[in-house]
């Protein structure tokens, strides 16, 4: 089955930007959906198909998908950007919707 | 205003069952896919099952196959969850998530857009 690998976890300071990446085997060829988890509450999607943005998402939050990777990238990060985040996929072979393992994003 | 209410969660015993539910308001129900998404303690997403708006196509993770049955009343615009011969790995907080409609074909997977807010399911003795 398809796998998704995303770094454990990511810091940064306050006012930087912060990139978080998801890689794939040919991911480049997939829609890759991303969402933010803060604790004790439910998942929210900040970009999808690779690059939109729903409403009510900050054009701090941004995404690309190349190649064996997608990236989301948040600019000038906030202390209220901490929390996990997941990349999703659809995987056509198996018709199975997979999840990264999450990365968790700490505000310095 | 979009609100999806799961209900149903507890605590079962090894090889029991259990049906967990979904309710639906807000939005016209029979037309959008649903699905369910698991999150262990401390762990990541996992996804769990997808039902299109009809009903007439299901997908369901290797993890459960077999054992969980998905299925949807549109009359009565809930979601539904049948889990049998539930393992201690199933035990997780279940959550109903509505995917976004590409407007074409019965089912052409897209991101999920509303979270309902979760229910816990523990497998003990």
């Known amino acids: 089955s398809y796998v998704l690998t995303q770094p454990p976890s990511v810091s940064v300071a306050p006012g930087q930007t912060a990139s978080i990446t998801c890689g794939g085997n040919n991911i480049g060829s997939l829609h890759v959906h991303w969402y933010q988890q803060k604790p004790g509450q439910a998942p929210v999607v900040v970009v999808y198909?690779?690059?939109d943005r729903p409403s009510g998402i900050p054009e701090r939050f941004s995404g690309t998908n190349s190649g064996n990777t997608a990236t989301l990238t948040i600019r000038r990060v906030e202390a209220g950007d901490e929390a996990d985040y997941y990349c999703q996929v659809w995987d056509n072979s198996s018709e199975d919707w997979v999840f990264g393992g999450g990365t968790k994003l700490t505000v310095l | 205003e979009v609100q999806l209410v799961e209900s149903g969660g507890g605590l079962v015993r090894p090889g029991g069952s259990l049906r967990i539910s979904c309710a639906a308001s807000?939005?016209?129900?029979?037309?959008?896919?649903m699905n369910w998404v698991r999150q262990a303690p401390g762990k990541g997403l996992e996804w769990v099952s997808t039902?299109?708006?009809?009903?007439?196509?299901?997908y369901y993770a290797d993890s459960v196959k077999g054992r969980f049955t998905i299925s949807r009343d549109n009359a009565k615009n809930s979601l539904y969850l049948q889990m049998n011969s539930l393992r201690a790995e199933d035990t997780a907080v279940y959550y109903c998530?509505?995917?976004?409609?590409?407007?074409?074909?019965?089912?052409?997977?897209?991101?999920?857009?509303?979270w309902g807010q979760g229910a816990r399911v523990t497998v003990s003795s």
């Open positions: 039902v299109s708006s009809s009903g007439g196509f299901k």
């Open positions: 998530a509505r995917e976004a409609d590409r407007g074409f074909g019965e089912y052409t997977p897209y991101f999920f857009d509303y």
């Open positions: 807000g939005f016209t129900f029979s037309g959008y896919s």
């Open positions: 198909d690779d690059s």
